[in-house]
């Protein structure tokens, strides 16, 4: 793990779920996906948004042509572990959740949910449209984290 992504997990978990470095805010999980070779767990601290009662999630990789090595991973194990902050605001609590991983439109089907969720992304933080022009054309993934019942 990077150095920046432990400063971001720890400051998530001192802080209730809360990162001002960066721009996270509020949104902000951190995954916990387990490698698709090497069946250990990574912590991967990720801009998210809410959708109902579950989270989004966008493989940007900042913009790089290849997908994050945490996209593979939801891919080939799509129920994992997830922190989130808690349910009461501005407490100091971060809760850990049991998710099932869902990619919106990964068969290419149905292009509309993709581009509705990319639209939210952009919404939300305009540096997800800076990223399309180091991408190489990429579409970059997004993955719905519902929890688990």
Not at 100 to 118: F, K, L, M, N, Y
Not at 125 to 139: I, P, V
Request: aromatic share 8%; glycine share 10%.
């Amino acid at each position: 793990m990077t150095d920046f992504n432990e400063q971001i997990i720890g400051e998530f978990r001192e802080n209730g779920g809360r990162v001002s470095t960066a721009g996270f805010g509020d949104n902000l999980v951190v995954l916990h996906s387990i490698g698709a070779r090497s069946g250990e767990v990574r912590l991967n601290p990720l801009f998210a948004l809410r959708e109902d009662d579950s989270w989004l999630v966008v493989g940007s990789a900042a913009g790089s042509p290849k997908d994050p090595a945490w996209v593979h991973n939801l891919r080939a194990h799509p129920r994992i572990e997830m922190e989130v902050p808690g349910a009461t605001p501005g407490t100091d609590e971060v809760r850990t959740v049991e998710v099932d991983v869902t990619e919106i439109d990964a068969d290419g089907s149905d292009p509309s949910a993709w581009t509705q969720r990319w639209d939210r992304f952009t919404a939300a933080s305009s540096g997800f449209l800076d990223y399309l022009t180091t991408a190489e054309g990429r579409r970059f993934p997004i993955f719905r984290l519902t929890p688990v019942s």
